[in-house]
């Protein structure tokens, strides 16, 4: 009952910089926590960052200083813009939300995934 469409994926150099972007559609009455995971080959899925309803952040130690997540609450949508890439950040990205529906149930969803590859 909720969808979430990742986009802004790509191939980049190293030092390079890309945005992705999720918007959330369907039966929401109100988000909660937004954020970004990502999963490289043979590895687990982790958190890169989150944000509350509130604006308060959460980076993992890896990417802290280079990538920035942001939110419109009036578009039910999240951005990671990310900086400094390495090939170290090559994965595919994943964006997540958990809230209410209209209905009063807990939903959390996750997007499709869009690859990030870094590489000269």
């Known amino acids: 009952q909720v969808q979430l469409v990742d986009s802004g994926g790509g191939l980049v150099q190293p030092g390079g910089s890309l945005r992705l972007s999720c918007a959330a559609s369907g039966s929401i009455f109100s988000i909660n926590a937004m954020g970004w995971y990502r999963q490289a080959p043979g590895k687990r899925r982790e958190l890169v960052a989150g944000?509350?309803?509130?604006?308060?952040?959460n980076y993992v130690d890896s990417v802290k200083g280079r990538f920035t997540i942001s939110r419109d609450n009036g578009k039910n949508t999240v951005y990671l813009q990310m900086n400094s890439l390495n090939p170290e950040d090559t994965a595919v990205y994943f964006c997540?939300?958990?809230?209410?529906?209209?209905?009063?149930?807990?939903?959390?969803?996750w997007g499709h995934g869009t690859q990030v590859t870094v590489s000269s």
């Open positions: 944000i509350t309803s509130g604006g308060s952040t």
């Open positions: 997540n939300a958990d809230g209410l529906l209209v209905n009063g149930r807990p939903f959390v969803s």
